[in-house]
């Protein structure tokens, strides 16, 4: 593999991934731009060594040149973890790790010097980012949802969970919750929720008033 195969290689992989990880920055979430280029180049040089690795000691060892590639699919979860820890627990921390996970095959696939895969697959992801994000906000249009709903609760054990439990039996849907503070008596939960046709945000939060463990509803 010559010099220029091997630049070839590294610059496109880290750019297929910047590409990617634009949606991501746009977004502010906590892997972006950075993030997801250095994924794709340290994942196309990982396969571009293993190939090395193999051509040069071909005949001498058994090694297998996908062995190191297999370590970065599994490896880059821990990496996919941190952004879903980062971002507390709201799901949308999945996409970002979800991207970095695709990123990290992208890279793979042009470190192999298999183009074809990498190109198409970086555009349906690059798609799926910013098109069908723009399709949700249009769905999500069709169905009320109540912006945002702030509690302070009792801080005790089981209290988030019976609260959460009363609000699906109400009908509602928990598309994200988010902590914002805790003294040790009272905890500050950030809900969205998706409501069902007949049931108000209004109605809703006046339920959720009435619920033991509740100190206020905004």
Request: aromatic share 6%; net charge neutral; proline share 2%.
């Amino acid at each position: 593999m010559s010099v220029l195969d091997v630049l070839l290689r590294l610059f496109a992989a880290a750019v297929l991934g910047g590409i990617v990880g634009l949606e991501r920055e746009n977004k502010r979430r906590a892997a972006g731009l950075r993030t997801h280029m250095l994924v794709s180049l340290g994942s196309a040089l990982v396969m571009i060594t293993s190939v090395y690795i193999f051509n040069e000691y071909q005949g001498l060892t058994s090694f297998d040149p996908t062995r190191m590639g297999a370590q970065v699919i599994s490896g880059i979860g821990f990496l996919g973890a941190g952004t879903i820890i980062k971002q507390g627990v709201s799901v949308r921390g999945l996409t970002t790790a979800a991207s970095l996970w695709a990123v990290a095959c992208v890279g793979l696939a042009v470190g192999s010097g298999f183009w074809t895969a990498a190109i198409i697959s970086a555009a349906v992801v690059v798609v799926t980012l910013f098109v069908m994000s723009k399709l949700e906000k249009v769905m999500m249009k069709h169905s009320e949802v109540c912006p945002e709903i702030i509690l302070k609760i009792e801080n005790k054990p089981g209290n988030l969970g019976e609260i959460a439990s009363h609000i699906g039996k109400a009908g509602a849907n928990i598309t994200n919750v988010e902590f914002d503070g805790d003294d040790g008596s009272y905890m500050i939960i950030h809900f969205t929720l998706k409501l069902p046709k007949g049931l108000s945000k209004n109605d809703m939060i006046e339920h959720i008033k009435t619920l033991p463990g509740v100190m206020l509803v905004e």
